[in-house]
């Protein structure tokens, strides 16, 4: 990795919010320089291990600007998680609701069976357990990331593929769910299959309306 030099201004201000800024130019390569660092050491180390003045040493950045852009590990965490959902590739959108949500399951697994995003992950969602800031952040990039899925969904109720009513972000999360237990809770590998079931019963469930207000109403009588 290029070094960065510390001898420019840092145009962000340490009123800003990380994820906020998006500055251009040598900031913007500082500011990508440190972030793939933080991610590098989050997935080696762990949020324990995550310190901003090995971040800076890694990232070849003086350590003077991370602690003045982003100010505390909970600060640079959320940048990253910011940082990741929107580099996060766009949904598809094939015109069957199936298929899109086995192209969501397939994104997803390919993300958590990464090596290294694998552990970034894992290594961030530990650390929301328990810090306010982290969890926050981690919230963010999952609203980003199911806003961004959902149009699908609102596309199959248009073409009477699933019925009027459904959530669509509820439908998206469904597929997900059950690849994060696997992922967090068994060991076992994320494989395709894993991924085209999640998919299927999201979908199925979905047919059924399961995820309309009046299906959760009759289940509650």
């Known amino acids: 990795m290029a070094a960065a030099s510390d001898t420019a201004p840092d145009t962000a201000t340490p009123e800003a919010e990380p994820g906020t800024v998006r500055p251009g130019g040598r900031t913007a390569r500082v500011r990508a320089a440190v972030l793939e660092a933080a991610g590098d050491t989050l997935a080696e180390h762990g949020f324990p291990g995550l310190d901003l003045a090995e971040v800076a040493r890694r990232a070849e950045v003086g350590k003077t600007t991370v602690y003045r852009r982003w100010g505390t590990v909970a600060g640079l965490v959320a940048d990253l998680l910011a940082d990741m959902a929107e580099q996060s590739l766009p949904r598809t959108e094939t015109g069957s609701l199936l298929e899109d949500l086995r192209a969501n399951a397939g994104l997803v697994r390919r993300t958590l069976a990464d090596p290294r995003q694998g552990a970034l992950f894992k290594a961030v969602i530990a650390a929301a357990t328990s810090d306010e800031r982290t969890a ?46 696997r992922f967090l809770t068994t060991g076992a590998p994320l494989d395709e299959a894993a991924a085209l079931r999640a998919a299927g019963a999201a979908f199925a469930a979905a047919r059924a309306g399961e995820f309309t207000p009046g299906h959760a109403a009759e289940g509650a009588a």
């Open 136 to 181: 926050e952040a981690l919230h963010r990039f999952y609203a980003v990331r199911v806003a961004e899925w959902a149009p699908c969904v609102r596309q199959a109720v248009e073409r009477g593929e699933v019925p009027p009513g459904t959530d669509a972000a509820e439908v998206i999360r469904a597929v997900s769910a059950p690849l994060y237990y």
